[in-house]
């Protein structure tokens, strides 16, 4: 499904009017044209939103469908967004924002990782760079806790469009952590027996020297960022069939 399929940006128009339309055959931006469904008002009020739309998906301004869509149904931007969205997760030395520090940012994207270390190459201008690249961050959990952390240790706003997998997941009925999840759809990784709570050890553990801890603490936040894109397509594309598919 990708946002083309979409109407539930639109102002006034919600799920069920989407539905409506989707069952009339209009399940494309530009099937709506010939529509009579709605009445003349709201076809003319939906008609300009999606002149605005389509200058807007030929700029690649996913900021415009982001601030549209509803939190939970922003999972419909992901394909359009796919290429040159980001995958990012935080390790941090404890749970509190305003007390605790950031430790590692990995970043996934076209296939590469990239990992950020506190006393290294871990500033803002690093994370800024990263950050201005995506058309569309994603994350698990990010939206109540990497990127408010992110926020409060650099002191800066992060507004590039955000989908959080935590919610479509639970929409799945994919309950627990990031790992738990990965077990029940069958995605692997390397030092399973690596958690938040060791991450937090291994820290401590470079901290007094051991080099070994940094490493194996980079490979756990790496496995985060590039899995979050393994999770993303099945999530997404399981999404799509309950949504969409009957309405192809």
Do not use: Q
């Not at 990965?182 to 401590?204: C, Q, S, T, Y």
């Amino acid at each position: 499904m990708r946002i083309e399929n979409s109407f539930i940006f639109v102002d006034g128009v919600g799920e069920r009017t989407e539905r409506r339309l989707w069952e009339a055959g209009v399940t494309h931006w530009d099937a709506f044209a010939d529509c009579d469904v709605l009445g003349p008002k709201t076809n003319a009020s939906v008609d300009r939103a999606l002149e605005a739309a389509r200058e807007a998906l030929a700029a690649e301004n996913t900021r415009f469908f982001a601030d549209r869509l509803p939190a939970k149904r922003r999972w419909r931007l992901f394909e359009n967004a796919r290429e040159n969205a980001c995958f990012f997760d935080i390790e941090t030395t404890g749970l509190d924002r305003y007390s605790d520090e950031v430790t590692t940012v990995s970043f996934h994207r076209g296939g590469e990782t990239r990992t950020l270390v506190a006393g290294r190459n871990l500033t803002p201008e690093a994370l800024d760079r990263e950050l201005d690249r995506a058309s569309l961050l994603v994350s698990f959990n990010g939206a109540r806790f990497d990127v408010p952390f992110l926020e409060t240790a650099f002191d800066r706003s992060i507004d590039t469009p955000h989908l959080d997998l935590m919610y479509p997941c639970k929409r799945l009925g994919l309950e627990g952590g990031l790992k738990a999840i990965e077990r029940e759809l069958g995605i692997e990784r390397a030092d399973d027996d690596v958690d938040g709570r060791e991450a937090v050890r291994l820290w401590h553990r470079y901290e007094r020297g051991d080099e070994d801890a940094l490493d194996r603490l980079v490979r756990y936040n790496r496995a985060d960022a590039r899995n979050l894109e393994a999770i993303s397509g099945r999530v997404v594309d399981a999404l799509d069939r309950e949504v969409f598919e009957a309405y192809r």
